[in-house]
């Protein structure tokens, strides 16, 4: 995959994600044209000023720590230069599944997605319906949903005259724990650790 397609795949899925979770936020650093997310379970490792806490390991490389850490005070810092990647909302969300029923033949089929989706909470954007639907009626909302995505990921880029060519996606584990013992605190206790990937589920 070149690196504008992962670029572009990495927005939609920041792009996709639920407005209702706080597990994974994407972010654009523009000082080094690098895309990155945070994940809840990385405020772990830190103190009450965003610093790596007393008696903390990480799974990360020390250059991995260093820079998320940075990333982290920035955040907490309102730094300009950090952009976080807009999410569609609950609102547009069903708008442009109400848009997709239209394309839908089958009322019954049409009637179930309705009240399945539309006279909920829920969000659709991360998987498949959870009815019967035909293999069409998927295939054609996979279709669509992935245009609109792209679409909003490319707006994303525009707005932020981001030249894709430029950027690249921060590469950083993708498992491992964070581990604080607890043993070497004053308040005594055992050590805690909360693998990284837990938050995926």
């Known amino acids: 995959m070149d690196n504008g397609n992962q670029v572009l795949n990495w927005l939609m899925i920041g792009v996709s994600q639920s407005p209702f979770s706080l597990n994974e936020i994407f972010y654009l650093d523009k000082k080094d044209n690098e895309f990155f997310s945070i994940l809840a379970t990385d405020y772990f490792m830190l103190d009450d ?3 790596l806490a007393k008696n903390t390991s990480t799974p990360y490389s020390k250059k991995n720590e260093v820079d998320l850490i940075n990333r982290i005070q920035r955040i ?3 730094d300009n230069q950090i952009i976080e990647v807009p999410r569609l909302s609950f ?8 848009e997709f029923l239209d394309s839908i033949n089958d009322e019954n089929e049409k009637e179930r997605i309705k009240n399945l989706y539309l006279n909920t909470d829920r969000t659709i954007f991360n998987r498949k319906f959870e009815i019967e639907s035909s293999k069409d009626i998927i295939k054609n909302w996979n279709i669509y949903k992935n245009e609109i995505l792209l679409s909003k990921a ?3 880029l525009n707005l932020n005259n981001i030249n894709i060519n430029s950027t690249k996606v921060w590469e950083i584990e993708d498992d491992g724990s964070i581990t604080i013992d607890l043993t070497k605190d004053d308040k005594g206790g055992g050590t805690y650790k909360k693998k990284r990937w837990k938050f995926w589920k």
């Not at 609102?91 to 109400?98: S, Y």
């Open 76 to 78: 907490e810092n309102d």
């Open 49 to 51: 000023n965003f610093n």
């Open 91 to 98: 609102n547009e969300r069903k708008k442009i599944l109400i």
């Open 154 to 156: 490319e707006s994303f």
